[in-house]
């Protein structure tokens, strides 16, 4: 079974530095990027303005994220743009597909709806949304970013294949071996 990492997002928030971290662990993972937003009414004008933010974002990650030495890629993802609430939308989404990990910044749902999440086995990341804009700012190195972001996140019900993926990634390990060169 193929690894998803769903990002879902409000439009009326920055996302940008989560919609990047998520989109590089997908590409990292091999795996598919899913992104989920509710907005309130479905109009042309929202949906344009949803996907004007979306390529803010994209931008975001192409100018942080993006490594300079590898072949520019863009990250696709698979997106979902429903009508209603945002909670309630979400938790419908992810009930209907348990077996995506979501990378939620931490304060995006209420503590309430990401313990019921956790309670119930969704495997979730949670970014830590305070330090986020303090950590690209002060990030120069653009392999170092998502390893310093990976470093604050806290990991729920991620199965074992997560961390296997991961330990496979020769760019994160060429990112560590480089900052221990730096240092010594």
Do not use: C
Request: hydrophobic share 40%; no cysteine; glycine share 2%.
């Amino acid at each position: 079974m193929s690894i998803t990492v769903l990002y879902p997002f409000q439009r009326d928030s920055n996302f940008n530095v989560g919609y990047a971290w998520s989109a590089e662990l997908s590409k990292r993972l091999h795996a598919r990027h899913v992104i989920f937003t509710a907005l309130a009414s479905k109009t042309h004008e929202t949906i344009v303005e949803t996907y004007r933010a979306l390529g803010n974002a994209q931008e975001f990650y192409i100018r942080y994220f993006q490594q300079v030495h590898q072949k520019f890629s863009l990250i696709r993802s698979q997106r979902h743009l429903l009508e209603g609430n945002f909670d309630e939308a979400l938790l419908k989404f992810i009930s209907l597909h348990p077996n995506h990990i979501t990378v939620i910044e931490s304060d995006k749902l209420s503590p309430f709806i990401l313990r019921s999440m956790i309670q119930s086995g969704h495997k979730v990341v949670i970014l830590p949304s305070e330090e986020l804009s303090n950590l690209v700012e002060i990030q120069e190195d653009r392999a170092q970013l998502f390893i310093r972001i990976m470093s604050q996140v806290a990991v729920y019900n991620i199965p074992d294949s997560f961390f296997s993926a991961l330990s496979q990634d020769h760019g994160i390990f060429n990112a560590i071996k480089k900052f221990f060169n730096r240092s010594l």
